[in-house]
Nanobody
Framework: QVPLLESGGGLVQAGGSLTLSCAASRNIFSIISMEWYRQAPGKQREMVASLPGDGRKIYADSVKGRFTISADVAKRTVTLQMNMLKPEDTSVYFC?????????WGQGTQVTVSS
C-alpha cells in the first residue's frame, strides 16, 4: 500500500533506548540503499544512518557509537536501534530507500527524549 511504513517512535527519558523499524512495500524492487533521516523544527533534514549497499554502515557524527542501523533482506525491513538517547535527538525520523529509479520516503515517526 504505502511505500514505507515506520514504527517504534515514542517518548523516552534521556539515557534510554528506542528502536525504529521500517517495512518496504514489495512494489519497491531491487533496493540499493536504505537510510534513516531526521528533521527537527527549524532545522534541515539530516541523514543519521545509512546502508549504502556496499557493506558499509555510515553514521552522522552526532549519533556514532549510540545508533545502529541494520536490515533484514528477507523481511524487507530496516531498523534503527537508538541507545543513550539525548534530548537533542528529539525529532521526526524518516525511513528512506533507493533503487535504480527512485527514492522513497516514509511518513515519519516522532521521537521525543525528555531530560
Amino acid at each position: 500500500q504505502v511505500p514505507l511504513l515506520e514504527s517504534g517512535g515514542g517518548l523516552v527519558q534521556a539515557g534510554g533506548s528506542l528502536t525504529l523499524s521500517c517495512a518496504a512495500s514489495r512494489n519497491i524492487f531491487s533496493i540499493i540503499s536504505m537510510e534513516w533521516y531526521r528533521q527537527a523544527p527549524g532545522k534541515q533534514r539530516e541523514m543519521v544512518a545509512s546502508l549504502p549497499g556496499d557493506g558499509r554502515k555510515i553514521y552522522a557524527d552526532s549519533v556514532k557509537g549510540r545508533f545502529t542501523i541494520s536490515a533484514d533482506v528477507a523481511k524487507r525491513t530496516v531498523t534503527l536501534q537508538m541507545n543513550m538517547l539525548k534530548p537533542e535527538d528529539t525529532s521526526v525520523y524518516f525511513c528512506s530507500v533507493r533503487n535504480g529509479l527512485n527514492r522513497y520516503w516514509g511518513q515519519g515517526t516522532q521521537v521525543t527524549v525528555s531530560s
